[in-house]
């Protein structure tokens, strides 16, 4: 099972100082967490993307092409790469050229985003994000497996004998996410193409997840890329650990009370009950984070959201130390434990694709423009 850490990239002010980071600090800041992520012996990193304040993280494959260069074994990956108002073309070539400059270590996210007003600023309306996820990944897929291709849909100016370049590593296109919340027309799509479905929980409670999860796997399983507790399925969850779960309380609650994210709603005991927010000790974390398991069934991919609400950096790195050091290597044991045989204990990564002869990339094509009948 991988585990993993994914930033959203927000600047926020610490409430404990009243300081708020430059963009500038914070960039860097994500460099030190990027690289302890794989320090402490996790498998995955991810950023979002934004194009908006207070976020930065406005290229992702610039900064994961930056950490490519300084980690041997870390995924790289992304929480969220904008197949609504990327143009496809554009993210066929850009992370073609970051698998390669990483030699494979590189799968991504496709998601709508949560920000309405980003539409307008790439020419697109809001209202047409599922059209826009489906026709854009469709066309994706076929640039990154077809050497030339032809093209015309309602979005975008149609191709004609159009050659993607760089073309995929070894030919083996990078394994796709496909990330919602709220959308069962996504779930059906990840359920479509076979890809894998991450349900980003850290705002909903666990029977929404569970229902959003076993549309997938259901789908999954009907368009026959195996059974449905075989389906690739990742969560996200964000946690804050001390020696006791007082102590851990009593550091966090600070921030929590006035985090936009978080602030000014549900207490912290009643975001806690009802989300995957752990406050508490690690083996808190630990018990908490297996019982995902009980209600989604067994998953190949947990991630972690740990810088934010204001932290400061040291404090994500010490919080990144205990994960590695004392959390991660009991949920790798437990959770493989309980994982029969035949179920994938990992996401495909490039070298499972290859040496699978990446049945993954020759799945089918999909639906042309719209999603299939069915998503409900």
């Known amino acids: 099972m991988q585990f993993g850490i994914f930033s959203v990239s927000d600047i926020t002010t610490d409430p404990t100082t009243g300081r708020a980071p430059t963009e500038g600090q914070r960039i860097q800041d994500l460099v030190r967490i990027a690289l302890k992520t794989e320090e402490v012996g996790l498998d995955v990193f991810a950023t979002g993307e934004h194009h908006n304040p207070p976020f930065f993280a406005s290229s992702p494959t610039t900064f994961l092409g930056y950490i490519a260069a300084q980690t041997t074994t870390l995924q790289l990956s992304t929480a969220t790469t904008l197949i609504t108002t990327n143009d496809p073309v554009k993210i066929a070539e850009d992370y073609a050229m970051l698998q390669h400059l990483s030699g494979g270590r590189v799968d991504l996210m496709m998601g709508r985003g949560n920000t309405g007003p980003v539409y307008p600023w790439f020419g697109q309306d809001i209202r047409n994000g599922i059209a826009l996820a489906v026709e854009n990944y469709h066309l994706l897929r076929r640039l990154w497996r077809e050497d030339v291709v032809d093209w015309e849909g309602k979005f975008r100016t149609p191709l004609q004998g159009f050659t993607s370049?760089?073309?995929?590593?070894?030919?083996?296109?990078?394994?796709?996410?496909?990330?919602?919340?709220?959308?069962?027309?996504?779930?059906?799509?990840?359920?479509?193409?076979?890809?894998?479905?991450?349900?980003?929980?850290?705002?909903?409670?666990?029977?929404?997840?569970?229902?959003?999860?076993?549309?997938?796997?259901?789908?999954?399983?009907?368009?026959?890329?195996?059974?449905?507790?075989?389906?690739?399925?990742?969560?996200?969850?964000?946690?804050?650990?001390?020696?006791?779960?007082?102590?851990?309380?009593?550091?966090?609650?600070?921030?929590?009370?006035?985090?936009?994210?978080?602030?000014?709603?549900?207490?912290?005991?009643?975001?806690?009950?009802?989300?995957?927010?752990?406050?508490?000790?690690?083996?808190?974390?630990?018990?908490?984070?297996?019982?995902?398991?009980?209600?989604?069934?067994?998953?190949?991919?947990?991630?972690?959201?740990?810088?934010?609400?204001?932290?400061?950096?040291?404090?994500?790195?010490?919080?990144?130390?205990?994960?590695?050091?004392?959390?991660?290597?009991?949920?790798?044991?437990?959770?493989?434990?309980?994982?029969?045989?035949?179920?994938?204990?990992?996401?495909?990564?490039?070298?499972?694709?290859?040496?699978?002869?990446?049945?993954?990339?020759?799945?089918?094509?999909?639906?042309?423009?719209?999603?299939?009948?069915?998503?409900?």
Request: glycine content about 10%.
């Open 165 to 376: 370049t760089p073309r995929p590593l070894d030919g083996v296109p990078p394994f796709v996410w496909h990330g919602s919340i709220r959308s069962p027309e996504i779930a059906e799509q990840a359920a479509y193409y076979g890809d894998g479905f991450f349900h980003n929980n850290i705002f909903w409670t666990m029977d929404h997840t569970a229902r959003m999860v076993d549309l997938y796997r259901r789908r999954y399983e009907h368009y026959g890329h195996g059974r449905a507790d075989q389906a690739i399925v990742g969560l996200g969850g964000q946690v804050f650990m001390a020696k006791n779960s007082q102590e851990a309380v009593k550091q966090f609650r600070p921030y929590f009370d006035v985090a936009p994210v978080y602030g000014h709603g549900p207490s912290l005991e009643e975001f806690t009950r009802a989300t995957p927010l752990t406050v508490g000790s690690p083996q808190q974390v630990i018990e908490r984070t297996l019982g995902f398991a009980d209600a989604v069934g067994d998953y190949q991919r947990q991630m972690f959201l740990m810088d934010h609400a204001g932290l400061p950096v040291e404090t994500v790195l010490e919080q990144i130390e205990i994960l590695g050091s004392e959390v991660v290597p009991v949920l790798r044991k437990e959770f493989e434990a309980r994982r029969p045989a035949d179920v994938p204990s990992d996401p495909p990564t490039h070298t499972s694709l290859i040496e699978a002869g990446d049945d993954h990339a020759n799945a089918a094509m999909g639906p042309r423009g719209r999603v299939e009948a069915g998503s409900n």
